[in-house]
């Protein structure tokens, strides 16, 4: 594929992909305020951020088999009209609950664009060219943590954070605009035939048995997990602990995500040079050890925030090269089923996620100890299912090519 080509797609992918988590960043600055207005606690403002994430997982598990029964483009239409209608509903609402229950809807909507953009990939290529073009799709992804908390901290100041649901509302008519006039359909109808419901369900009964699917996944998990967690806590303990404002907090937000961004690039590169599997296996250990010191400094008494910020930099560059190859990894032999297993593997990712911050919530306090806590069990857990997945000879199957 040219490589404008790749661009166009990686965009537009992208840009679906990064619907959901605009929904999520935009907002990180105001879940203080939104707390204050809705008369709710931080656990009430933390569960909006939750059945989010819950939502958008399970709602994969539907969207990945439908996409295969009736191609890609039908579920991202019906997806993203649900997620306007949602967002319009949590612009105009006055109560805490009924923003719960909107959230949710609108994480169901966001989920199409979580599953079937992997999918897209995986039905165009495998192996380094489906890495070269992950991490494309991810470079567009990753502008959401940069440019999202920013530009909600300007929204908010302009409007309050109901503003905030506002633009993702136009941000997902916009999404749904750019797949009917520039996106093809990759699942062909005789692929189609093949697909149902039956079909779907042995899918799911195949891959939960394939204990590397399982692996992969879980180490994408894991690093996803810890990056969670922080997106839970973070504007807490950097407003309210450490006093910034939501601007400052929207820059050392985003600080974090020009490092993932960066690393994410070279993936494929070193994916090619030296094979998928061993740089999963070193990119997953340093982000460990890097998280690992974290904690043991806030653990023995340490609150410097430049700390934080700068060893939380580094174990986000290793995330760069673990999330997508472990990704890409996970799916390369499941092409004829890769609506499904994106789907598994995105609602597995999600409910790792939705199930750290709530963990995490119990003993949150507003200072840093328990989402470093968090974040480094994540990392750690990651650590411990590469090794255990990757750690002998690597199977049998399709391996990186290797050059040089």
């Given at each position: ?313 580094v174990a986000s560059g290793f995330m ?85």
């Amino acid at each position: 594929m040219p490589v404008t080509r790749y661009l166009k797609m990686a965009l537009i992918l992208g840009l679906i992909s990064a619907i959901g988590p605009f929904a999520i960043d935009m907002y990180l600055p105001a879940l203080p305020a939104i707390g204050q207005s809705l008369g709710a606690d931080v656990g009430q403002v933390q569960l909006t951020l939750t059945v989010f994430f819950l939502a958008l997982g399970c709602g994969q598990l539907l969207y990945g088999p439908v996409s295969d029964m009736v191609g890609r483009k039908p579920p991202l239409y019906f997806g993203l009209g649900l997620f306007t209608l949602a967002s319009i509903g949590c612009a105009l609402t006055t109560d805490v609950d009924m923003l719960i229950a909107l959230r949710f809807l609108q994480g169901l909507g966001a989920a199409a664009g979580g599953a079937i953009p992997r999918a897209i990939v995986r039905d165009l290529h495998t192996g380094n060219e489906a890495a070269r073009l992950t991490s494309l799709l991810m470079l567009v992804f990753s502008v959401s943590p940069i440019l999202a908390p920013l530009v909600g901290s300007g929204v908010i100041a302009l409007t309050g954070w109901r503003g905030v649901f506002v633009c993702v509302a136009v941000a997902a008519v916009a999404g749904m605009v750019m797949v009917n006039r520039a996106l093809s359909e990759t699942r062909t109808v005789e692929q189609r035939v093949e697909s149902s419901l039956g079909s779907a369900l042995r899918a799911y009964w195949l891959l939960l048995r394939d204990t590397r699917f399982l692996g992969l996944v879980g180490i994408a998990s894991g690093a996803m997990a810890g990056f969670f967690v922080f997106v839970a806590g973070s504007s807490f303990v950097f407003i309210d602990h450490y006093g910034f404002s939501p601007t400052q907090y929207s820059l050392a937000f985003s600080f974090n995500a020009v490092a993932f961004i960066g690393a994410s690039q070279f993936t494929a590169p070193l994916g090619k040079r030296f094979g998928l599997v061993p740089l999963v296996k070193f990119a997953a250990t340093t982000s460990g050890a890097f998280m690992l010191s974290l904690l043991i400094y806030f653990a023995a008494g340490g609150d410097q925030v430049w700390v934080l910020m700068a060893l939380f930099f580094v174990a986000s560059g290793f995330m760069g090269f673990v999330i997508p190859s472990a990704s890409v990894l996970a799916l390369d032999r499941h092409g004829a089923i890769a609506g499904t297993a994106s789907a598994l593997m995105g609602t597995l990712q999600m409910m790792g996620g939705a199930m750290a911050m709530g963990i995490v919530s119990l003993f949150a306090n507003g200072k840093p100890l328990p989402m470093v806590a968090g974040m480094a069990a994540g990392s750690l857990t990651g650590v411990a299912l590469t090794w255990l997945t990757l750690g002998g000879k690597a199977p049998a199957g399709p391996q990186p090519v290797r050059t040089g």
